[in-house]
């Protein structure tokens, strides 16, 4: 193990220096990348020298961590390319070497004259396989170059940012994958699958076992690798092959692994390099202490203050700053082995698992239902994530709060809608979840479509989250963008039933009859899932609304000429009444219209009639009589009455 002084604190210079290579890294770090690949590619493989010693392929690591954070991001985009230069024209001069040996060979056996050239192309597949051997001595000599060397360890910079890059963020790189194969989220063993070493494919490639999440003490946390330990050695046979662990909580990821060869936990934390290594010795007591040590290392490594200790850009929450303070901290773990040792570990863990101090940790309790972290992280914000819908209803049924968010604003919805979860998201949304929480300007409906989670889309909006724009985010455009039609479909859908509720939720209860109150409360609990029905359903409503509040305002324009009150008016209201107490959204209301339209026009008729006595009434009785005959509009049958009103109550005198 190569003694490395501790590098700058968090993760921001790193991510800096990726940016300046071109690399995509996030600001806040990419602490999922390197953790995943130090648990994989770090810790894993089992090679050994020729001394038969382990080969700790973790200190390679560092060594190129250590020499990326020496040298500046403005100056290190020009060292990559001048080494990358070197290494060009190096490797052109070993080939060029290569072909003039082989030139050489030809023409000693007179299949090339002194003079002549002949191209590559030109080879038989015999002389072609002598020439690359050729070539490759060449290259194992170039290799013992001194100028190839440092040069060599130089470019290892990029080929790191290229793995951290691969295994931080493979959903944006589909062209690597097979097509409908890419992952969607963060999905380290599907990044594993592109850049596998040679030294895990020789042992068959790698697993993950099934999560495991909880919320723990310090003292629970030593407990938890001390029976982890244990339940590897004392297993019969004793399992003997490195393991790692990446635990993950709401805003961090760090990798623990523990080597049998080495009798070594191993601690990597990509705010606080070098690698951390805690011999593990005989002595029980000692034994005890470095458990205890690595329980405290990650313990720490989860709390807040740890985590931003970079200054990077930070939530308005006060930071913890005191430790005792901090007494619980919620993760999950991943378990990877080397797939050829994957049984074999599975029945260690099983063990490990049916251990009375592991089953008391991971007991499902009300009090650890409603625990949080410095992160404000609960464990059923972990369950969530990681898509174990019984932990996730064993927590609920026991009171944890479904809209429990992180400090950066993320809840248990948000980040199962994030991560593709349908039945996390249905669970919760049946527990009262929110859907239209914003976390930095998005809700889970948003995060669902830039995701193009079709199904969570649909339950999302089945649960009333609004479809509009945010500030600058559309998710109607976001889904066009990303090509997702079927999504698109279904958010204009809803946007026109978001505009029909909006329109029925404006209709007033003036005139004030509880008959109409009460059918207006019908139309707004009804439920449908086609656009095409309810949109005939408010039509046919509002038809027979417009119809009959048309009948009642002209028949309040007449009494309030206060003369002759027809004698069919009250019982014309009290058939409309009826209509609206008896309305059913499955059934046509309009059907009950010509029959009170005969009556209308039968009252239309009399106040015509009554009218037509004076010629100063006459004018305003036929236009009260046509609009009963439906001959012309309520707003001039109104307008024209108040307009006469003063000379009808002159007439009516």
Known sequence: MTKINNLTHGQRWFSVRMQSLDYPSERGGTCYGSGNLIAIEGILPEDFDENGNFINYIDHFDQIFKLAHDISPKELPKIVKTARQEYIKLVRNAKAEAWKEMQEILARENKLKQDDKLPERALTKIQMEQFLKLFRNKKKDMVNNPAFKGMHNILDIPALFELIEIYHQAYLHAGYFPEGKSPKNQNALAAAQLVLSQSLKKLGGVAKLTPISGIYTLDELTVYFRSLRQSLIHHQPPFTHPISLFLNNSLHGITVGYNPHQKTWIFFNSSQLPTQYVPVPLDEEQTIAADKEI?????????????????????????????????????????????????????????????????????????????????????????????????????????????????????????????????????????????????????????????????????????KADPSPISYIDPVALAKQRGHLAIVHLLEQALEFQKLHREIAKLKDQPAIPERTLAIQKLRQYTTTSLAEFKKVYADFKRFDDFALDLFNIFATHQAVGKKEFKNFNSLKEKIKRAYQDYDTDKDITASIPALQVEANEIGDVAEATFNKTSSLSFAGSYIGAFFNHKASLAVVIHTAVEKLGEIKICCK
């Open 295 to 463: 329980a405290a290392k990650v313990f720490e490594a989860f709390t807040f203050r740890e985590i931003h200790a970079d200054q990077s850009p930070i939530p308005k929450q006060p930071i913890i700053e005191d430790k005792e303070v901090i007494k619980h901290s919620s993760f999950s773990t991943h378990i990877y082995v080397a797939k050829n040792y994957e049984i074999e570990l599975n029945n260690c863990l099983a063990v490990w698992q049916s251990r009375p101090e592991w089953i008391d940790m991971h007991e499902v309790t009300s009090d650890k239902a409603n625990l949080i972290d410095s992160t404000d992280g609960s464990w059923l914000y972990i369950a969530a994530l990681e898509n174990n819908l019984k932990k996730v209803t064993e927590l609920l049924t026991m009171g944890a709060k479904p809209n429990q968010a992180i400090k950066f604003g993320n809840t248990p919805l948000y980040i199962a809608a994030q991560m593709g979860h349908y039945e996390i998201v249905n669970e919760l949304l049946r527990w009262n979840a929110d859907p239209n929480l914003v976390v930095c300007g998005c809700t889970p409906l948003h995060v669902a479509v830039l995701q193009g989670h079709l199904e969570i889309v649909e339950e999302l909006l089945k649960n």
